[in-house]
């Protein structure tokens, strides 16, 4: 198991980013492409592996949350694949090897009485465009040693969402996951059923705990059990990011860490 941490938005600079890595003992940095500091364009690969090669750290990528691979504008589709393929080349020229996305679920109309997801109304169509967009990202993963890992945002438990899924893994040998334990407790634990079950997918975790009103939480302050993710993250040899969102929830969880896992890190 490798920890890591998220890149914060508290600094402007990958340099500050690494000194707190490096001051915890961590061994990555997850950049983060909805960040502008953190594009390819701005953080050309050869730099990367500069820093990785001087500070003796690693990274992984989150690309930007509001790519949506099923929109049914063609000219949007094609350009968010467009930046998932150049994510991965950058990844690959980088020597990195996770790639962290999120399944978008699109918009829904609020009824009187009820929500109706336009995808879900139209699902034959959102599953094609979705099915068509991941063949051309996964054949390019597997032409690279990137791992595209998609992320539960406590929506793997939405029917359209889990059918989708369950197709992806069905069909493509580089589906990969990414459970993020505080996304999964915010939405009552609906999202633990299919990653369970498809566990040998799973390669890459988010923690961070939930308090019953929001979570991306320090550790062991509220109701997840980080104990029993972090054995799961273990006997599988994941990367683990601590996903808090400060300097000083990051330093209060991992310093929590030592006394919590002794009996599993």
């Excluded at 508290?10 to 003992?25: A, G, M, V």
């Excluded at 750290?57 to 790519?67: A, K, M, N, R, V």
């Excluded at 690279?144 to 793997?156: K, R």
């Excluded at 493509?172 to 915010?186: L, N, P, S």
């Amino acid at each position: 198991m490798k920890l890591g941490m998220p890149t914060l938005i508290e600094y402007r600079n990958i340099q500050d980013n690494i000194q707190l890595c490096k001051e915890l003992e961590l061994e990555f940095v997850e950049l983060n492409m909805n960040l502008p500091i953190f594009l390819p364009e701005t953080l050309p690969a050869q730099d990367i592996l500069k820093l990785k090669k001087h500070h003796g750290i690693d990274f992984t990528i989150h690309l930007p949350e509001e790519l949506d691979l099923s929109s049914f504008h063609q000219p949007i589709r094609k350009g968010h694949i467009e930046r998932c393929k150049e994510t991965i080349k950058w990844a690959q020229a980088a020597e990195i090897k996770t790639v962290n996305m999120h399944i978008n679920n699109g918009i829904y109309f609020t009824l009187p009485h009820t929500r109706v997801w336009i995808n879900e109304q139209y699902e034959e169509r959102f599953l094609a465009l979705l099915l068509d967009s991941c063949s051309e990202l996964y054949e390019l993963c597997e032409q690279t040693s990137v791992q595209l890992c998609i992320e539960n945002t406590s929506n793997f438990h939405i029917p359209f969402i889990r059918r989708a899924l369950e197709k992806l893994s069905d069909i493509y040998d580089h589906f990969c996951i990414t459970w993020d334990v505080g996304h999964d407790a915010i939405g009552g634990y609906g999202d633990q059923a299919f990653i369970l079950a498809h566990s040998e997918k799973v390669r890459h975790m988010h923690i961070h705990d939930y308090n019953g009103k929001s979570d991306h939480q320090p550790l062991f302050s509220g109701q997840v059990p980080l104990g029993d993710r972090l054995q799961f993250a273990k006997d599988r040899n994941l990367s683990v990011v601590v996903e808090v969102k400060t300097s000083s929830a990051l330093k209060d969880s991992i310093s929590k860490l030592p006394f919590y896992t002794r009996e599993i890190i």
